[in-house]
């Protein structure tokens, strides 16, 4: 039980292809070997969002592509593998049941215990392959195209609960939508971004969803502040304005990341929690990034977001996971472990 | 040789191990479930149960044949991705079959023959076979009433009923007809592993956005 163990991970909730292998150490430390991730993303663009089934088709077409080249990063072979992680949900039923079917198939083939994991979870995980282990308590937010959660981690591969979500559009939904009336490309977080940094974040004030006294206090909504922009900007367009975009995109940036950051913080303080993670795609966004270092400096609190590349789907993430939970002495899933596209954050390992 | 039989294409989970030598060839196990909703549940059991029945380990098997499709595509990729994976794992070569040139292979009928599954949206996946078994046509996915039968007086395969002529076993495919339809491809290289789905995605490019303040400022 102490060598070093070899984890694989396979994530298919969306439409990133990845296959990631850490190194478990006997000391309980996480390294990152490889990290192989084939996107779909394209596909997706003139429909202005993931397309379930040319997910799925592209998963299919990819996975063992995306299996040799992580393989070959390695410098690995298949029979070095001691344990297979993959996504068992939440995601898209179709595209996570090729990646479900693949694993156990590896893991049948090589005999080697299979563990079915929280995509979620993995988000948080992946911080470990960048910045070490993690504190025993710790607060995640994650922020994509697909979830907006808050997160107490009690034990990554343990405990982990959620303490908030959105009631409506995840962030990275927002951004794709408000790019979309912008006349922006998909998916929208790069180029709002990109277009922020041009702008004034004072010049329209967006609303804050949520954000009311009797408001759930750690819940999110991005709904309104979407409608919100396109009022503006149909108003604007109506008067024979020309449309600031770069204010546009800094003002709604600026609400996004305000709400963002002061709802994490304040969860941070009220369960006596010192260590925020930000992860998921949003993550990668440079005023979100900005705001949280800034308040999470104010409220000595400790920030941790791992690299972008990282911080996106991949399978790196959910081989760490993996590692965690088998660290942690978690039973491997059943060969009949279902893809769960509602598996609840709770879940960790499918047992 | 032994041979992994995996398909996945029909409400049909079928999983066997099957051995083929000079003569036909011949099933050592095998399990077949009818469950439309648990492809993925089932089917890796399934084969494990299989292999120890047959009292053999997964990286016996000199070859893999795959059920190819056409099929719903959920539950079809299911059977791919375990072969693929399966066969890149065991490092052994992976043969897909049209999943309808299984069901022929099996075909209790003398004479031409067409095969027909369940396409859901009130359509069939249909192939045609000559007398030998070769397919002549197809495959395609259309309404039962479009399927040109004249010159059949049989049909096999779960929607054979709608064809309206006379029916023959089997319904779905069995691990001996997926090997025996992939007998001459098992001497070669194998092809592509690429799934008959016949059908594009259902997906809609945006139209023009729908104004916010017309909808009584919701
Ligand atoms: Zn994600």
């Known amino acids: ?351 | 040789m032994l041979v992994i039989a995996l398909d996945t294409s029909t409400p049909a989970v079928t999983a066997g191990l099957v051995a083929l030598d000079d003569g036909p060839p011949r099933a050592l196990a095998e399990r077949v479930t009818v469950n439309p909703r648990a492809h993925g549940e089932l089917l890796m059991p399934q084969l494990l149960d299989v292999m120890t029945e047959a009292g053999r380990e997964l990286g016996d098997a000199d070859a893999i044949v795959v059920g190819a499709g056409p099929g719903p595509f959920t539950g079809l990729r299911v059977g791919m991705a375990t072969a693929a994976a399966l066969g890149q794992a065991c490092g052994r070569p992976v043969h897909p079959v049209c999943s309808l040139d299984a069901i022929a292979a099996q075909a209790t009928a003398e004479g031409p023959l067409l095969v027909a599954t369940d396409a859901r949206r009130k359509e069939v996946y249909w192939a045609a076979y000559d007398a030998a078994r070769a397919r002549i046509d197809g495959p395609h996915v259309q309404r039962p009433a479009d399927v040109p039968t004249d010159g059949f007086a049989a049909a096999a395969g779960e929607m054979a009923e709608a064809l309206g002529i006379a029916v023959v076993e089997p319904r779905y495919p069995t691990p001996v007809g997926l090997v025996a339809a992939a007998r001459a491809a098992l001497q070669g290289e194998p092809a592509p592993l690429v799934p008959l789905y016949l059908r594009r995605p259902d997906a809609a490019e945006p139209g023009k956005r729908k104004s916010v303040l017309t909808r009584g400022g919701k």
């Open chain 1, 1 to 351: 039980m102490t060598a070093d163990r070899v984890v694989l991970g396979i994530e298919s909730s969306c439409d990133e292809t990845g296959v990631g292998l850490v190194r478990l150490a006997a000391d309980g430390t996480v390294e990152l070997l490889a990290d192989a991730v084939a996107s779909s993303v394209d596909e997706h663009a003139r429909f202005g969002g993931v397309v379930p089934e040319i997910a799925s088709r592209a998963h299919l077409a990819a996975m063992a592509p995306t299996m040799r080249r992580a393989l070959d990063e390695s410098g690995l072979e298949l029979s070095d593998v001691d344990a297979i992680a993959v996504t068992a949900g939440p995601g898209l039923a179709g595209a996570l049941m090729v990646g479900v079917a693949a694993a156990k198939a590896y893991a049948a083939a090589l005999d080697v215990p299979l563990f079915g994991v929280n995509h979620l979870g993995g988000h948080v995980a992946v911080d470990t392959l960048e910045h070490g282990p993690l504190p025993q308590r710790c607060l995640a937010l994650l922020v994509s195209g697909g979830h907006t959660q808050l997160l107490l981690v009690e034990g990554i591969g343990e405990q982990v609960t959620e303490i908030g979500s959105t009631i409506d559009d995840a962030a990275g939904e927002a951004y794709d939508k408000v790019a979309r009336i912008l006349d922006l490309p998909y998916p929208g977080g790069p180029p709002i971004d990109k277009q922020a940094k041009l702008g004034n974040p004072k010049a329209i004030a967006f609303p804050r969803g949520l954000t009311g006294p009797r408001d759930a206090k750690y819940d999110f909504s991005f709904s309104g502040l979407k409608t919100a922009v396109a009022r503006w900007v149909e108003t604007e367009q109506r008067e024979g304005r020309e449309i600031p975009v770069a204010d546009v995109c800094a003002s709604f940036q600026e609400a996004v990341a305000d709400v963002l950051t002061a709802k994490a913080v304040r969860a941070a303080r009220d369960l006596d929690v010192d260590t925020l993670v930000i992860s998921g795609g949003v993550a990668a966004n440079s005023r979100l990034s900005e705001l949280a270092a800034q308040r999470c400096a104010e409220a000595g609190i400790t920030l941790r977001v791992p690299r972008p590349r990282l911080c996106t789907d991949n399978g790196a993430m959910i081989a760490a996971l993996g590692a965690h939970v088998l660290a942690a002495g978690a039973k491997p899933s059943p060969l009949d472990m279902p893809a769960n596209p509602g598996l609840p954050v709770g879940t960790i390992v499918v047992q």
